[in-house]
């Protein structure tokens, strides 16, 4: 199984970027799968997730109204749009997948597979 998350970058104050996380090698369909980040010294965190089927996302409130997940089973791809960045949002940016963890989703140990992060840096 792997997680390929890319589109990560600088990007000015105010500025959007869009990640993508390609995956392969298992059934994509059947698996939540969540976005996290982690900035210098400080832990990794739950930004969002969506459902298998995509009829559900879920957000923590410093990035809503700003990012959007979704996801095109078809192409096995989860994508997030990060919109209005601010250096807050600062951080490697995780993709990860989990089966029925409808109920954990922001808790990282819910998650079974991980994608090997993808850095945004922004510039004020």
């Known amino acids: 199984v792997q997680l390929q998350a890319s589109g990560g970058g600088l990007v000015q104050d105010g500025g959007s970027l869009r990640l993508s996380c390609a995956a392969s090698?298992?059934?994509?369909?059947?698996?939540?799968t969540g976005w996290f980040r982690q900035a210098p010294g400080k832990e990794r965190e739950w930004v969002t997730a969506?459902?298998?089927?995509?009829?559900?996302?879920y957000y923590t409130d410093s990035v809503k109204g700003r990012f959007t997940i979704s996801r095109d089973n078809a192409k096995n791809t989860v994508y997030l749009q990060m919109n209005s960045l601010n250096a807050e949002d600062t951080a490697v940016y995780y993709c990860?997948?989990?089966?029925?963890?409808?109920?954990?989703?922001?808790?990282?140990?819910?998650?079974?597979?991980w994608g090997q992060g993808t850095l945004v840096t922004v510039s004020s």
């Open positions: 969506i459902r298998r089927g995509g009829d559900g996302t």
């Open positions: 090698g298992l059934t994509f369909s059947t698996y939540t």
């Open positions: 990860a997948a989990g089966k029925s963890i409808l109920s954990s989703i922001k808790n990282i140990n819910a998650y079974t597979y």
